[in-house]
């Protein structure tokens, strides 16, 4: 065999994640393996009736101080470093009586565990492991003569390896784990750089560091010839990363993207208040709508545009029951995401064999805070999630006319809407529901023409006598640089707007309303979508 073997003689096995411990430490000990462990490992690799040292008889001292300090020692990173080729590492191993550690078995404190089910800051502090990352990082480096575990996942793959190479590793693996345990430790350390931050209200950190753990490998990105993966983050956000998928084909790179975009608009809309359906198709919404039960609002906003809605992203609110399933099923869809499905509706879904269906167990609330993030060229753009609602904004009308209560209830269901809308937004919007989405656009006036178009081909296929645009309200999610694209609005049938506000030219655009008759109200918060 060429590829370096190292044989096994001594692993040391430390873990806070007790999953497959003993089977794994007995499958060692049957390939004529020393164990060597601390504290609690120990104690549970002894009750299965395995030989075990105690890593205090590496050291010569006792764990102290609450076990903060128990592998810190030469006895202990002298094993692990040493190159076993240098004679001058041989002789101070001799000298100094440091035994070789070949096998390094480590998973860290539990630190994105404890943040993520609210800790307090002295328990999340007291969960930030340091022997262990510096233990992992010594093996890793030396993976020529060592190798190093940091998931119970790869526990298989060194058994494999001792099996058919005499007991030995392979360079192959070594490399592999240790690529993998720089990786951990580099998104453990994201995760506590990050957490600092925020409790030190730290906006712009001189250092930022993202990290996550692989969900799936893609079979490709936004194109075949990109590649592509899926990672979770520390941060617990109800969504497509948390999701249980029950069945359909695998999840594409575009997929993630529009149910994520999906679910995300979907969380604006209270469950114990309504009933809501979001139906997307490229990242924007293409249909939005409110409505008694599940079915009522996904009919109301597949009329919106049932052509983009083809092979779309439908999210729900509630939990999918049978007569949702039935109508959605209608369709080519290609995701339903909801926080929960009853047996019925699953067993509709289930007759689509390539449907995707997404039980995310939950919604993400709109107002949390967090951290977004965006490549470009050579750095990293990071901002604070847009965790503004327009329930939580103070209001303004801005013209003569006052809304009327319908028309207020519709602005402000038209506003949530536009918060997950690529710039420049004009959503038009009638009785809980669009009507016309105009995404995306280079300038404001063209997003509102599209719009109304898309209301006039929606009239010509459901056979209406005039779109459903006349009587709406409309909503943008930036103010209107001119009136122009106000007037595109008005004359599609619009009787009142809401819009941030603070142009230089408002005068000019509130006069324009108040010659229509039409009320407009005033956020004074944008919603840009880039």
Known sequence: MTDHP????????SVSDKSGLIDFARALAAHGVELVSTGVTAKAIAAAGLAVRDVAELTGFPEMMDGRVKTLHPNVHGGLLA???????KAAMADHNIAPIDLLVVN??????TVEKGADYDDCIENIDIGGPAMIRAAAKNHDDVAVVVEASDYQAVLDELTANAGATTR?????LAAKAYARTAAYDAAISNWFAEQLKIDAPAFRAVGGKLIQSLRYGENPHQTAAFYRTPEHRPGV????QLQGKELSYNNINDTDAAYECIGEFDAKRTAACVIVKHANPCGVAEGADLVSAYRKALACDSTSAFGGIVALNRTLDADAARAITDIFTEVIIAPDATDEAIAIVATKKNLRLLLAGGLPDPRALGLTYKTVAGGLLVQSRDNAVVEAMTLKVATKRAPTDAEMRDLQFAFRVAKHVKSNTIVY???LATVGIGAGQMSRIDSARIAARKAQDAATEL???APMTKGSVVASDAFFPFADGLLVAIEAGATAVIQPGGSVRDD??????DDAGIAMVFTGVRHFKH
């Open 6 to 13: 190292r044989r096994v003689t001594r692993a040391l096995l």
């Open 241 to 244: 990363s948390t999701a249980r």
């Open 172 to 176: 192959t693996l070594r490399r592999r």
């Open 108 to 113: 860290l404190y539990p630190f994105e565990a």
């Open 429 to 431: 919007a009638k009785d």
């Open 83 to 89: 190159i076993r080729a240098n004679a001058e590492h």
């Open 463 to 465: 056979k209406l006598a």
């Open 508 to 513: 000019e655009v509130i006069k324009a309303a």
